[in-house]
């Protein structure tokens, strides 16, 4: 039955299964704990080679076709697609094809290996990882819920591969995970909430309210699950800088390794207002800006932007 269910995926334009891992690399680590991912982490390229982070791609639904995120479909195909029919693309978990060879090579090489996947209260992807393992009957795989999306995501796969790096085994990476996933500020500021309205992850209320006054809403992941919090009005540069600049606070007290900027079609004078603003606090050991993949970008729609890191 489950090979029926999650029988691979087969497409047109598919490039060859080796490329379906982004971000494996022959670097050495001083323990065998690899760590795994799903695309809605926003994660660059280069931090998942750096790290030896594996990525897996989620699929984005148009119509009939189905997609890769990150592979064979890029977030401006996916708004031309939407602003053509009038509706926006569904979004579904890993499936069993993707995820077989690696289970395979990871069982065979006897590794553990941590997947931290997109909070579980907005895809089945944990419950399909944690259901290929058993039905590979590999034990050694772990799956992490971050309770969180993009790199609000991406920063717990970093913090975990920077851990196995040091040799930590996976239940001492683990328990540090659960220690600070409440630590995670993800928050984003939308142009639009007909995204978000037409995939079900915010309430028509607040969709309406955000398309008839034309306020630009900040949008909150908070245990899990997104919740509208401040609304801003005015044109979207300098919307996104005075968010920024309403966290000072915050960020001041925040982890001083990294802050995210992920964005998807914002214009590089928006990210870069941002950009500078945070460099300009002096604070951030690593001031870095991200694109949302796929996925994220067809839930959030074009002209979104979010400022994430980690508490202290």
Known sequence: MWRIIFQRIRYAKMVSERE???GQTEKASMS??????DSTCDLAKDQLQQHNITMFPLCVILGDETRLDGVDITPEEIYKWSDAHKTTPKTSALTF???EDALRAAKEAD???IFIGISSKMSTTNNVVAMAAREFEFDKLHVFDSQNLSTGIGLQVLYAARLAEEGKTAEEIIAALEKRVADVRASFIVDTLVYLSRGGRCNSVAALLGSVIRLHPMIVVKDGAMGVGKKYRGHLKSVLLKYAKDMEEALLQADPTIVFITHSGCSV???QAVYDYLVSLNYFKEVRITHAGGV???HCGPGTLGVLYYAK
């Open 97 to 99: 094809g993707i995820l």
């Open 32 to 37: 065998n704990v690899k760590i795994w991912c």
């Open 269 to 271: 004078e928006e990210e």
């Open 296 to 298: 994220i970008s067809s």
């Open 20 to 22: 379906w891992f982004v």
């Open 111 to 113: 590794d553990e290996v």
